[in-house]
T-cell receptor, first 111, second 114 residues
């Protein structure tokens, strides 16, 4: 299977700070990229898709660098509720062949 | 609307017993996926269904694992002769046609093999 690698953390960040983490993927043929969020003992939920042009959703910004096979997530003005594990996810070129999940980066926002 | 549901939510079994896990996808979703997540680990892809067909079963950990889907809806994952290393959370996800990469997950079944 394709590999997706992330720094497991934990990242301990004060509330209100900006935090960034990233992942790398090994399959250069990968076509789709996502960040999922997983709260403790809960199922993963899609946070945002990642596009080559970069995309922003409120306090969250995702970037993709295809040449370096690198994906990043930036969280601005972090909230206590942002504490979770963030999963970097890579998919194939269409078709229901499943996604490859990184093991996740654990983020802890401290008051 | 209703999301993906899985049953049971928790299952404790003895080594050597068979277990059956059930997934009800979101209505109308054509693709269905099974993953497992061991404690502190990432998600491990097991198998996916497009309709009732599973094109690739190579992700199943061993021949003790099998899965089926009927009527393009409910899916069951069966583990025969369970082993302690089968203990994990088994997650099911579904996605609509044309948006296969956006997967909606169920709450999972936590399996403990004693």
């Amino acid at each position: 299977r394709k590999e997706v690698e992330q720094d497991p953390g934990p990242f301990n960040v004060p509330e209100g700070a900006t935090v960034a983490f990233n992942c790398t993927y090994s399959n250069s043929a990968s076509q789709s990229f996502f960040w999922y969020r997983q709260d403790c003992r809960k199922e993963p939920k899609l946070l945002m898709s990642v596009y080559s042009s970069g995309n922003e959703d409120g306090r969250f910004t995702a970037q993709l660098n295809r040449a370096s096979q690198y994906i990043s997530l930036l969280i601005r003005d972090s909230k206590l509720s942002d504490s979770a594990t963030y999963l970097c996810v890579v998919g194939g070129g269409g078709g229901a062949d499943g996604l490859t999940f990184g093991k996740g980066t654990h983020l802890i926002i401290q008051p | 609307g209703a999301g993906v549901s899985q049953s049971p939510s928790n299952k404790v079994t003895e080594k050597g017993k068979d277990v059956e896990l059930r997934c009800d996808p979101i209505s109308g979703h054509t693709a269905l996926y099974w993953y497992r997540q061991s404690l502190g680990q990432g998600l491990e892809f097991l198998i996916y269904f497009q309709g009732n067909s599973a094109p690739d079963k190579s992700g199943l950990p061993s021949d003790r694992f099998s899965a089926e889907r009927t009527g393009g809806s409910v899916s069951t994952l069966t583990i025969q002769r369970t082993q302690q290393e089968d203990s994990a959370v088994y997650l099911c996800a579904s996605s609509p046609a044309g948006s296969y990469n956006e997967q909606f997950f169920g709450p999972g079944t936590r399996l403990t093999v004693l």
